[in-house]
């Protein structure tokens, strides 16, 4: 299981301001690990969105929809919003559970 990956850029900053950016990033990162671990995004069989702002994820949902299509991955998935994450800096956590 891949869990908590941040998405940062090249000189580790959080993209926070470049929420179209953020959800690219995050699963190629998320794509990173899982290929470490001898997975792809296409073994992915749960993703779990965790968020505190709903209203910017889903203003950028088409990007995450569009990720999973290219991997020709349709996980079982959700999207919520809760109060905080581990790091008050982060708005977005996701979660992704891989199978072979």
């Given at each position: 299981m891949a869990r908590?990956?941040?998405?940062?850029?090249?000189?580790?900053?959080?993209?926070?301001?470049?929420?179209?950016?953020?959800?690219?990033?995050?699963?190629?990162?998320?794509?990173?690990?899982?290929?470490?671990?001898?997975?792809?995004?296409?073994?992915?069989?749960?993703?779990?969105?965790?968020?505190?702002?709903?209203?910017?994820?889903?203003?950028?949902?088409?990007?995450?929809?569009?990720?999973?299509?290219?991997?020709?991955?349709?996980?079982?998935?959700?999207?919520?919003?809760?109060?905080?994450?581990?790091?008050?800096?982060?708005?977005?956590?996701?979660?992704?559970?891989?199978?072979?």
């Open positions: 908590g990956r941040r998405s940062r850029g090249p000189r580790r900053r959080r993209w926070h301001r470049r929420r179209g950016r953020r959800p690219r990033l995050t699963f190629r990162r998320l794509a990173e690990t899982l290929d470490k671990a001898g997975f792809a995004l296409s073994d992915l069989v749960r993703i779990r969105i965790f968020t505190v702002d709903i209203e910017a994820v889903t203003a950028h949902y088409d990007t995450v929809l569009d990720e999973l299509a290219a991997a020709d991955c349709r996980p079982a998935s959700l999207l919520a919003e809760v109060r905080a994450l581990s790091d008050p800096r982060m708005l977005v956590e996701i979660e992704g559970l891989a199978v072979q």
